[in-house]
């Protein structure tokens, strides 16, 4: 089955900073590729996705990246607000409906 | 409108109790999907419905997990003789029609803890 690593498990940076997470999938026939923000104790929310006939995709201060030669995808945040500490988490999907997930990154922006 | 229910949002139980979870999906989407978070983890899918039928199970991870959905609406997750080891959050999310790249919108999930 597919197998998502998810690096790295945890990420401090100072406001204002880009924080990038990565993760890597084992399966080419992936094809879809959303990534969720899980704050302490509420529900996982979709905040980005991209689809393997784009490399990128970018939503104001979130963008991600495909290369689906090498198997990874990122996330990238810029110009970090307090507001997004919370623990990331990215997926991977076939053409079907099971996601499977990475562990997740709790990521900490220092005031 | 609303989004993925669950209920309860907590439960504490004893080893070897049986548990219901419930989880009401957004009106009109057909696919149904249940995943469990143990602490510090990823969540794990256990089983997707289309409609009243559940064509994947793989995930369930052993006999004493049942699920069920009626009406093509609200789904419950029955965890029979449980064991410390069931305790984690279990989550359900619900999607429009099922098919691949579709988002999939999460519950707040049950926190289920085992003594």
């Known amino acids: 089955g597919e197998n998502v690593e998810q690096h790295p498990s945890t990420l401090s940076v100072q406001e204002g900073d880009s924080a990038v997470i990565k993760c890597t999938y084992s399966?080419?026939?992936?094809?879809?590729f959303p990534w969720y923000k899980q704050e302490l104790g509420k529900r996982p929310q979709l905040i980005i996705d991209?689809?393997?006939?784009?490399g990128e995709k970018k939503d104001q201060r979130i963008a991600v990246t495909l290369n689906k030669t090498a198997k990874h995808f990122s996330l990238h945040i810029t110009e970090t607000q307090p507001e997004d500490s919370a623990v990331y988490f990215c997926?991977?999907?076939?053409?079907?409906?099971?996601?499977?997930f990475g562990k997740g990154t709790l990521l900490t922006v220092n005031p | 409108g609303a989004g993925v229910s669950q209920s309860p949002s907590n439960k504490v139980t004893e080893k070897g109790k049986d548990v219901e979870l419930r989880c009401d999906p957004i009106?009109?989407?057909?696919?149904l999907y249940w995943y469990r978070q143990s602490l510090g983890q990823g969540l794990e899918f256990l089983i997707y419905?289309?409609?009243?039928?559940?064509?994947?199970k793989s995930g369930l991870p052993s006999d004493r997990f049942s699920a069920e959905r009626t009406g093509g609406s609200v789904s419950t997750l029955t965890i029979q003789r449980t064991q410390q080891e069931d305790s984690a959050v279990y989550l359900c999310?619900?999607?429009?029609?099922?098919?691949?790249?579709?988002?999939?919108?999460f519950g707040p999930g049950t926190r289920l803890l085992v003594l």
């Open positions: 999310a619900s999607s429009l029609v099922g098919g691949g790249g579709e988002t999939q919108y």
């Open positions: 399966d080419s026939a992936s094809n879809y």
């Open positions: 997926a991977v999907g076939i053409s079907n409906y099971k996601l499977t």
């Open positions: 991209i689809r393997s006939n784009v």
């Open positions: 009106s009109g989407h057909t696919a």
């Open positions: 419905f289309q409609g009243n039928s559940a064509p994947d």
